[in-house]
């Protein structure tokens, strides 16, 4: 059974960088698409997350939402890295990370009710 443990959060000054990864363990990468949402507090519920970053983990294929944050595969890991640069305070939310059973980033991105395995979300704080 696939299992996501997302990480790298934190607290970071406006303009600052850092990095999530997310860790799947139980199914090889290539089967899936690694796809990162974030969510704004008091917004619940799966379908109120908004897509930040997605990638194909058999031909590495990524989709995001702003050029801030690229995202790349670790193969020899397994894991999924999206990088958070130049972050400004309307950054401040909480990051998951998420799987879902397609191989292509293009029928999937931006609906988050088509990932079915979640992480725990992490924290990212930016202040001005």
């Known amino acids: 059974q696939l299992q996501l443990v997302d990480s790298g959060g934190g607290s970071v000054q406006q303009g600052g960088s850092l990095r999530l990864s997310c860790a799947a363990s139980g199914v090889a990468l290539d089967y899936v698409v690694i796809g990162w949402f974030r969510q704004a507090p008091g917004k619940d519920g799966v379908k109120e997350r908004e897509?930040?970053?997605?990638?194909?983990?058999?031909?590495g294929t990524t989709d995001n939402a702003d050029s801030r944050f690229p995202i790349n595969k670790d193969n020899a890991k397994n894991a999924v890295n999206l990088q958070l640069n130049t972050q400004q305070p309307a950054d401040t939310l909480v990051y998951y990370c998420?799987?879902?059973?397609?191989?292509?980033?293009?029928?999937?991105?931006?609906?988050?009710?088509?990932?079915?395995?979640w992480g725990q979300g992490t924290q990212v704080t930016v202040s001005s």
């Open positions: 998420t799987a879902a059973k397609s191989r292509s980033v293009h029928q999937v991105y931006d609906t988050p009710l088509t990932f079915s395995s």
């Open positions: 897509v930040v970053s997605c990638i194909s983990g058999s031909d």
